[in-house]
Nanobody, 115 residues
Framework: QVQLVESGGGLVQPGGSLRLSCAVS????????MGWYRQAPGKQRELVAS???????NYLDSVKGRFTISRDYAKNTVYLHMNSLKPEDTAVYYC?????????WGQGTQVTVSS
């Protein structure tokens, strides 16, 4: 059973930084397309960043240059480094792992950007 556990969310002032972590158990992250999604109140869930074993990561246009997705195979963990945070980045952030017809989600972590 693949399990994803996010951590690292919290309250941060505009312009601040956070690092989200997604610890994966039950399988290697190398087998999956790993992604970070977010969902703000009243809005649809959107893909923020994704990464595969080979190739460049993909980013939502509004986070390009501010967010970076990375992975640590030894820790079987995927990260989302978020810099220059804006109030519009406020959302619940979810980690996702996809392989063929299987898709797994974490429980989400709240990120609030406010002064």
């Amino acid at each position: 059973q693949v399990q994803l556990v996010e951590s690292g969310g919290g309250l941060v002032q505009p312009g601040g930084s956070l690092r989200l972590s997604c610890a994966v158990s039950g399988s290697s992250i190398g087998f999956y397309v790993m992604g970070w999604y977010r969902q703000a109140p009243g809005k649809q869930r959107e893909l923020v960043a994704s990464i595969i074993r080979v190739g460049a990561p993909n980013y939502l246009d509004s986070v390009k240059g501010r967010f970076t997705i990375s992975r640590d195979y030894a820790k079987n963990t995927v990260y989302l480094h978020m810099n220059s945070l804006k109030p519009e980045d406020t959302a619940v952030y979810y980690c996702n792992a996809v392989r063929l017809e299987s898709s797994y989600w974490g429980q989400g972590t709240q990120v609030t950007v406010s002064s």
